[in-house]
């Protein structure tokens, strides 16, 4: 029982830290940059790359390291280990095969283009942006999937039925942005230029509120406010 309480603790950490790196990613990339781009893999060709890069590697290193649930032997055919492997994996991918740089809105990287002058992995390359973006699309799949069936797994408290209702909203709203985007994909039609990237900034927040959640990192906050108050009370 000692050796798992550390674990559980590490788990919610884990948690914690996808959720904020999830809410800080659109946050940080744009204030950087301080432009909006088609998509947030085009900020790989822009100095918020720092930014996109290791949080985006950060999040598929912790979704490769987590552990949840047991696998139902009985009612499920992947556990979350399996899953977010998956996630983790796909996360790599999305940084290590970066989008192709056009068609991002922005004419420094459209001069990129014409120079043929990109960094590291950057390209041009029409079958290696299919591998990136069926990378992305799973990746937020997944994540949609964590929230809406894994998260919402557990002894249903009247506290776990209200958080289940977030899980499965984010689980929602998630899917939906992805079925947009599919949708436009499919038809060759956009309702404006930055509908990719307000659809991922939804997903992304989504999930990071979902992760957050899951990490009680608002009953962390209440306790260390409650402390705060303590303490205040004490020295008056």
Not at 48 to 73: H, M
Not at 148 to 168: A, C, H
Not at 222 to 232: A, P, Q, R
Request: with cysteine; proline share 3%.
């Amino acid at each position: 029982m000692e050796k798992s309480k550390p674990i559980l603790q590490s788990y919610y950490m884990i948690r914690k830290i996808i959720g904020i790196l999830g809410i800080m990613l659109p946050l940080l990339v744009y204030l950087f940059h301080g432009d909006f781009l088609s998509s947030f893999s085009h900020y790989y060709y822009t100095k918020s790359s720092l930014f996109f890069t290791s949080i985006l590697t950060a999040f598929g290193l912790f979704l490769i390291s987590y552990r949840g649930y047991e696998k139902n032997l009985e009612t499920e055919f992947l556990s979350d280990n399996q899953i977010t492997h998956i996630g983790g994996i796909t996360a790599l991918l999305v940084v290590f095969i970066p989008t192709s740089a056009s068609g991002s809105n922005s004419p420094y990287i459209n001069n990129m283009c014409i120079l043929n002058s990109y960094p590291l992995f950057g390209h041009n390359n029409s079958f290696l942006n299919t591998i990136h973006l069926l990378s992305a699309g799973v990746f937020l799949f997944v994540m949609g999937w964590m929230s809406f069936f894994r998260f919402t797994k557990g002894e249903l408290t009247p506290e776990k039925r209200r958080k289940n209702v977030v899980y499965r909203s984010t689980g929602y709203i998630i899917w939906a942005s992805i079925f947009i985007l599919l949708t436009e994909f499919i038809i060759v039609y956009e309702i404006t230029k930055y509908d990719v990237i307000i659809l991922e900034t939804i997903s992304v927040l989504s999930f990071g509120i979902s992760w957050l959640i899951k990490g009680k990192a608002f009953e962390d906050l209440l306790e260390m406010k409650f402390k705060f108050l303590h303490l205040g009370a004490k020295e008056i």
